[in-house]
């Protein structure tokens, strides 16, 4: 029988090669692994885990239900950064619903998290995610600027981040607002 730790990272492979349903079973028996060694925060990363498999089949309600579990353990466990964490999965769930008020709420709560616990890429990613949610939202302005503060907090940027970053300079040298 294979160990918990085993277990998740057989899951995490499949993960990566979009087995979802697949690594959604095996972190299934990776948490039942943990539960049996009195491992709540690793019960709760397995939850989340899951929760992420269900979102990525679209199987939005499931995905809220079980990161929900998760993110109670970890508030009970006094975990303040993978309980950020599970925010930013809820809002990334919530925006993919259509829901914006929640995932603008989740982000913000996490966001808010990873300021106090000074995790300036897990900041950045947030407000990065908030400013796109606010920018499809039609806030233009806003979700610009907290587009621009997120990318500000991050060291590396991929492409696309690149190319945004580059026109918000050329947008702020012609407004004057950089």
Do not use: W
Not at 74 to 95: I, M, T
Not at 100 to 111: G, L, S
Not at 112 to 140: C, H, N, P
Not at 145 to 164: C, D, F, H, P
Request: contains cysteine; hydrophobic residues 40%; charged residues 25%.
């Amino acid at each position: 029988m294979p160990s918990a730790q085993e277990l998740q990272d057989q899951g995490v492979k499949l993960f990566h090669d979009k087995d979802y349903e697949g690594a959604s079973r095996v972190f299934h028996q990776a948490m039942d692994a943990y539960e049996v060694e009195g491992k709540r925060d690793m019960v709760a990363e397995m939850q989340t885990n899951i929760g992420l498999m269900h979102r990525a089949l679209s199987e939005h309600q499931q995905a809220l239900d079980i990161m929900q579990q998760a993110l109670v353990i970890f508030q009970e466990l006094n975990d303040a950064l993978r309980s950020a964490k599970v925010l930013g999965n809820l809002g990334g769930v919530y925006a993919a619903m259509g829901d914006k008020e929640q995932a603008f709420n989740c982000y913000r709560q996490a966001a808010d998290i990873f300021s106090e616990l000074d995790e300036k890429k897990l900041y950045g990613e947030t407000l990065v995610a908030m400013g796109d949610l606010q920018i499809r939202d039609g806030k233009l302005t806003v979700g610009a600027a907290m587009y621009e503060a997120g990318l500000g907090n991050l060291e590396q940027l991929n492409t696309s981040q690149k190319v945004i970053k580059g026109l918000l300079g050329i947008r702020n040298r012609l407004t004057g607002g950089g």
